[in-house]
């Protein structure tokens, strides 16, 4: 009866641990290729808030593209949507897109009127109503910032709160990188 | 009483961050002295990795062998007439104790990259 019980703990801890290794195995996998595809922009389309589908690669080519990955309801997200605002000038050689996956029109709306980005003319929202985001830029969290170069090529990314100095000097930077 | 080597790798992390280490953030007290990630560069290791290679330390093994060690005197003590060697003892713990820590390695890690 021991032995049985003993066997029976070893296979439950096995199953654990084997799914445990192929989880993290998995979500490793997936993390690099996901790091691997942001190198270059990805060819991916978001609804405008109008509905109209918008790729990514329409914006124009010469400008920086700065992709902001938000929530309306997340407190990090305000601060830095906040932060954009206020430096609006700051932004002004770049092509801002901010990304949401949110469901709720009226909610985006007034994040963007409360934050004063509808009066930038290089700011763009974009709805993520299927959640492609996540798909092709991996476990990307809330907020996340992706800069490229005017060559499409990624320069950095930053994950979680992200000050504004810290976004425009990665954006001067581009000039120099490509 | 293996344990108290814990204590140990405490103290020397206390004095090293007191004398010879400067911190300036958070992530400099994010370190475990005299363990393999100590020989690498924290900024090219995947987050992933950071927690199992630092778990790899003199002190971890130092309470493999203490703790192999003083079960040989448990064991022969109750179990006088066959007494176990020290490898013996040692295989007792990697089996159990090793065992039981790979899989917290490992739920480390699925947390890891499932929070990051």
């Known amino acids: 009866m021991r032995k049985y019980y003993k066997g029976i703990i070893i296979a439950i801890i096995s199953v654990i641990g084997g799914f445990l290794t192929y989880q993290v195995i998995e979500g490793y996998n997936e993390k690099k290729e996901a790091e691997k595809n942001v190198q270059v922009l990805p060819d991916i389309s978001f609804n405008s808030i109008s509905g109209s589908p918008v790729n990514l690669h329409d914006f124009d080519q010469t400008l920086p593209l700065i992709i902001v990955y938000f929530h309306p309801e997340c407190e990090h997200c305000r601060y830095e949507a906040q932060e954009i605002g206020q430096n609006a000038d700051a932004f002004n050689h770049c092509q801002l897109v901010m990304v949401t996956p949110d469901d709720s029109l009226q909610r985006v709306e007034n994040f963007c009127s409360d934050y004063h980005l509808w009066e930038l003319d290089n700011c763009e929202v974009l709805l993520d109503t299927k959640n492609r985001f996540q798909k092709v830029f991996g476990k990307a969290i809330i907020p996340s910032v992706y800069i490229y170069a005017t060559n499409r090529k990624l320069i950095t990314h930053f994950l979680g709160e992200t000050k504004s100095e810290a976004i425009i000097n990665a954006t001067n930077n581009t000039f120099t990188k490509h | ?116």
């Open chain 2, 1 to 116: 009483m293996s344990d108290f080597i814990y204590i140990l790798a405490g103290l020397v992390k206390l004095i090293i961050l007191i004398f010879f280490k400067q911190v300036n953030t958070l992530d400099d007290l994010q370190f475990q002295p005299f363990s393999i990630m100590e020989l690498l560069n924290k900024n090219t290791v995947d987050p992933l990795f950071l927690y199992p290679l630092s778990l790899i330390n003199i002190f971890e093994l130092g309470y493999f062998l203490i703790l192999a060690w003083l079960l040989v005197g448990v064991i022969n003590e109750t179990n006088g007439e066959r007494p176990v060697k020290f490898g013996k003892s040692l295989q007792l713990v990697t089996t159990s104790y090793g065992s039981g820590l790979l899989l917290w390695v490992v739920l480390v890690m699925f947390i890891t990259l499932n929070l990051n």
